[in-house]
Structures are given as structure tokens and as C-alpha cells.
């Protein structure tokens, strides 16, 4: 089977001739990874059966000063070193958070899809024909990540809590944005796009983010309409969601999610054997190799007995994405990144 083929099949639910691989990386761990594959595509060498398209950005930035860079959004980072835990660009000027009534959202310079051009996403698409091409990321919409970034956690939370008029018109102005955007990509792709990847954190360590009315009220018809959209355009919706979101799982397939990515075997209700009893055939998952304590803490043979488990149950039958539960982390040995993949691929040697 070529990638695709191996892709869709498995999301068709059905077994492929092997489960299908991705990967997530931190900048740290892609570096060491390129030293250890000695300048060999670390995709090909891992397995990975996926490839991204993107369109060229050609709007403006504010250019960046002081150790700060912007985003197209306007909000500017610093990166901050954490240590072991590795260096992350963390916002510190939030412009977002300074507009207070619906005058200031109006005239606020948002960016556009016409700041990007989709000339060359049915080329991109083509050169990675043998693949399954994704287009989109964790990042949109992303409402509670991607609008704190420039307004602050706190206040889009209260934004939500307390529907505010403003901050439920900054939301939107990000969610329309990133429609567009995806309407854009998918069309200009011709058809030749297989997965939409979409992102929004619904759930953290103890259980859901928000509240049913919360989801249903402000989350459901914003991120379904993605979905509805993927359909659209022949493609698979993907959602990336850290946390406990097994309580969400039932609206997700209501909503006609195809993939709920960056599965999370660490909270009290992700047990993976149960969560994929409870949406085998109705919704695929894509992670489940722990990035909190089997990859970082766990010895080889835990790393081997986790990707074994989940190749040997969860991946029978179809609707299974191996992958770690999320980007592998700067203090995770090498050999345990290697025994993941030698498992699943059973083609990566520790020697390559």
C-alpha cells in the first residue's frame, strides 16, 4: 500500500498492511533526530505517513524588537527557556486584551486569506502524491489557545463565562478567519486534500474544559462548521485535543468529526481500551503513546510494551493513527523515540 492508501483505509475501518504512522516533534527532539538519521528525511526514516501543504504568507508582520516577534495576529513572544521542559516563544504583548468595546474590534487590523496565496497548493498536493496530504494545523481555529495569545487566558475564559460581546467578536473574527482560510486551501487543493487538521483543547488532566452549555453554546457551532467543510471538500476532519475528553467524544461523532488527534492515555477517563470500545467504528484515533511518562520516564522495554499494546488492541479493525499523544518532549532519551517507531514500522533500525 503507498501512505494514502494505508491512511485511508485504516479511517475507512479497515485493517492496512500496517497501522498508520505520525509524528510530533519538538525543535529540540527534530534536531536530535536529524543528527542521529545523519541528514535523512526524519519522516521517511520514522514511517510517517503524512505529509502538510501550506500556502505562502504574504502579509505584513510588525518586525520584531527587543528579543520580541509578532505574529499576523499582532501579539508578540519572548522565548523563555524552561529547562529540561525545553524553550517555548510565550506571548507577552497581548493586544488583543485591549479591546474593549465593538468599535475597537472593527477597527482592529486583522489579517485576511488574501495575505496568503494558494497558487501553489495543487502542486504541493502532487508532489506528495503517494501520501496523506493535511492541510491545517492544531492552531486553527484553536478559540481558547490561539485568542489568548493576544487577549490572555483568563479573560477569554471570562470572554465565554460571561458571553461578552467583545470577547465573542474577537473569537469570531478568528474563527471566520480560519474558515475562509480552510475554504480557500480546500479549493485551491482541487479535491487532492485528504485531512483538514483543526485543533481546539476540549479537555485538561481532570475532565472537560468547559461546561455542555459552554461547548454547545460557543464551541459546537464554531468547530462544526469546520468539519462540515472538510466533508465538503471529500477530506477527513481531524481535531487535535489534549486532555480528558471522553465525555466529549459522544458530541464529537454527533458533530461528524472523523479523527480526534493527540489522544491523551494519562487522564483518570482515557483508558485507551475504553474509550476505543466506546468509539470503535464511529471515530478514530490518532496518539495514545504517552508523552507525560512512558516516552520521557519509561525504560526501552515500557516503550516497546506501550506501542506493542497499542498495535495489538487498539489499532485492530482500523481507525487507529499511531503516534505519540503529543509533541515528544526535549527530555525524552533517543532510544525510546527509536523503539516506538521500530515497533510500528519494524523497518527503523537503532543503527540507521
Keep these: 500500500m503507498t501512505p494514502k492508501e494505508r491512511v485511508l483505509c485504516s479511517l ?55 528579543g520580541i516577534t509578532y505574529d499576523m495576529w499582532g501579539a508578540g513572544y519572548r522565548k523563555v527557556e524552561h529547562g529540561q ?99 480557500r486551501g480546500l479549493e485551491a487543493a482541487g479535491g487532492k486534500i485528504d485531512i483538514l487538521c483543526l485543533g481546539e483543547d476540549c479537555g485538561n488532566q481532570n475532565g472537560r474544559m468547559v461546561s455542555p452549555r459552554d461547548f454547545d453554546e460557543i464551541f459546537r457551532p464554531r468547530l462544526g462548521k469546520f468539519y462540515d467543510l472538510a466533508h465538503e471538500f471529500g477530506a477527513k476532519a481531524m481535531m487535535h485535543s489534549c486532555g480528558d475528553t471522553h465525555d466529549i467524544m459522544p458530541t464529537f461523532i454527533d458533530m461528524g468529526l472523523d479523527i480526534l488527534d493527540a489522544m491523551q492515555p494519562e487522564p483518570a477517563g482515557m483508558n485507551p481500551e475504553t474509550i476505543r470500545a466506546a468509539c470503535r467504528g464511529k471515530l478514530a484515533f490518532c496518539g495514545l503513546i504517552s508523552t507525560q511518562q512512558t516516552l520521557p520516564y519509561g525504560t526501552v522495554e515500557d516503550c516497546r510494551a506501550e506501542a506493542r499494546h497499542r498495535l495489538d488492541v487498539i489499532a485492530k479493525g482500523g481507525g487507529y493513527i499511531f503516534s505519540p499523544a503529543h509533541c515528544i518532549q526535549p527530555d525524552t532519551p533517543l532510544e525510546n523515540i527509536l523503539a516506538i517507531y521500530q515497533e510500528a514500522l519494524k523497518a527503523v533500525s537503532a543503527s540507521a
Excluded at 479497515?14 to 525543535?27: C, F, N, S
Excluded at 529540540?28 to 520514522?46: N, R
Design 12 to 66: 475507512d475501518w479497515r485493517e492496512p498492511d500496517r497501522v498508520p504512522i505520525q509524528t510530533y516533534l519538538t525543535p529540540e527532539v527534530k534536531t536530535m533526530l536529524e543528527a542521529h538519521f545523519a541528514g535523512k528525511d526524519i519522516l521517511e526514516c520514522l514511517g510517517v505517513d503524512f505529509r502538510s501543504v501550506a500556502p505562502g504568507y504574504r502579509g505584513k508582520i510588525r518586525e520584531s524588537h527587543d
Design 85 to 183: 521542559a525545553g524553550t517555548y516563544d510565550e506571548a507577552v504583548v497581548l493586544p488583543l486584551a485591549d479591546l474593549k468595546t465593538m468599535d475597537d474590534v472593527e477597527n482592529y487590523p486583522w489579517p485576511t486569506s488574501d495575505d496568503f496565496d494558494f497558487s501553489g497548493l495543487a502542486e504541493q498536493c502532487n508532489r506528495y502524491g503517494d501520501y496523506a496530504i493535511c492541510f491545517g494545523d492544531a492552531g486553527m481555529p484553536d478559540i481558547v489557545n490561539g485568542v489568548s495569545r493576544g487577549r490572555g487566558m483568563e479573560q477569554v475564559l471570562m470572554d465565554i463565562a460571561l458571553r461578552d460581546e467583545v470577547g465573542l467578536a474577537v473569537i469570531d473574527k478568528r474563527v471566520d478567519f480560519y474558515y475562509e482560510y480552510a475554504r
